[in-house]
Nanobody, 123 residues
Framework: VQLQASGGGRVQAGGSLRLSCAAS????????MGWFRQAPGKERDFVAA????????HYADSVKGRFTISRDNAKSMIYLQMDGLKPEDTAVYYC?????????????????WGQGTQVTVSS
């Protein structure tokens, strides 16, 4: 499966952004999906994951209550709605896909990655 992330940009603290990730060349509904982020000089960290049906999700503590992951299998898309953005949310955001039957919570769980989209939150 190939993944293409989009929707990043620059926003002030407290603002919102919606990231999208389009999947192609694969049976999208067979994959559990996730979002990760990587700030300059730091590791790529888990943000959120969603199972194939969209009924099971998991979030990093740092974004719980502010971010919402969702998917539309008919359109082969996943989304990350980000509200209440903080400067510490500034990073390149990546979408990823895994063939695991359980949600992937670490980078090593994922098989396919998109190219990343930059999110910058100013104070």
């Amino acid at each position: 499966v190939q993944l293409q992330a989009s929707g990043g940009g620059r926003v002030q603290a407290g603002g919102s952004l919606r990231l999208s990730c389009a999947a192609s060349e694969g049976t999208f509904s067979a994959f559990n999906m996730g979002w990760f982020r990587q700030a300059p000089g730091k590791e790529r960290d888990f943000v959120a994951a969603i199972n194939w049906s969209g009924l099971n999700t998991h979030y990093a503590d740092s974004v719980k209550g502010r971010f919402t992951i969702s998917r539309d299998n008919a359109k082969s898309m996943i989304y990350l709605q980000m509200d209440g953005l903080k400067p510490e949310d500034t990073a390149v955001y990546y979408c990823a896909a895994t063939g695991r039957v359980t949600l992937g919570l670490v980078r090593q769980d994922y098989d396919y990655w998109g190219q990343g989209t930059q999110v910058t939150v100013s104070s």
